[in-house]
């Protein structure tokens, strides 16, 4: 158990949709990274918020949003969901260098 | 070129073996994690190394930074070790882990 929960587990969306991810933290983990893990692949990191503010991102559209709240939970938003969308979003808290992973969310889009 | 590197891609095992997972990276870094992936599954953390050797239960970690290189053994190989394991490396400079791609370990009963 790693204190990092996320929800849902799975969802099934179709194109053109918005879909919501949300992310629950340990307690003093103010540091939340997203990652997108397509099938066979290794994560790719999507962005990180650091305090509330976004901390960094990698290489991806700005139809994949985020936010980061005062009770260490966080969101990815996803606008006009495509089909390479399809993956398992993980989230991950750290504390100082050690990360913390949460089940992930599997997302398919149809 | 991936900054981190992992061999092999698929190992199959016979239960009882000794079993090694390599990773190589070409970034200067700050710490080096071992993660662990069931099928379907989310993301286990089982070591983060900045230097030397760990040891927990059956797993041993070990980390070479002037080379650039760290290995996963698992000892006495057993079928529930079967998994996708992954290296990830957090970077000196930046604030995201670098993935490999990841090693496909069956072990066999």
């Known amino acids: 158990e790693t204190g990092v929960t996320q929800s849902p587990t799975h969802l099934i969306k179709t194109r053109g949709q918005q879909v919501t991810l949300r992310c629950s933290s340990q307690s003093g983990h103010n540091t939340v990274s997203w990652y997108q893990q397509a099938l066979g692949q290794g994560p790719q990191f999507i962005f990180q918020?650091?305090?509330?503010?976004?901390?960094g991102r990698g290489n991806f559209p700005p139809r994949f949003s985020g936010l980061q709240f005062p009770n260490y939970s966080s969101e990815l938003n996803v606008n006009a969901l495509e089909l390479d969308d399809s993956a398992l979003y993980l989230c991950?808290?750290?504390?100082?260098?050690?990360?913390?992973f949460g089940p992930g969310t599997r997302l398919t889009v149809l | 070129k991936n900054e981190v590197e992992q061999s092999p891609q698929n190992l199959t095992a016979q239960e009882g073996e000794f079993i090694t997972i390599n990773c190589s990276y070409s970034v200067g870094i700050s710490a080096l994690h071992w993660l662990q992936q069931h099928p379907g599954g989310g993301i286990v953390s089982l070591f983060m190394?900045?230097?030397g050797k760990k040891k927990h239960g059956r797993l041993i970690a070990t980390i070479n930074i002037q080379e650039k290189h760290s290995s996963l053994h698992i000892t006495a190989s057993h079928p529930r070790d079967s998994a996708v394991y992954i290296c990830?490396?957090?970077?000196?400079?930046?604030?995201?882990?670098?993935f490999g791609a990841g090693t496909i370990l069956r072990v066999k009963s």
């Open positions: 190394l900045s230097s």
């Open positions: 990830a490396v957090a970077p000196e400079y930046g604030n995201k882990l670098v």
């Open positions: 991950a808290s750290s504390f100082y260098n050690e990360q913390f």
């Open positions: 918020y650091y305090r509330e503010e976004e901390n």
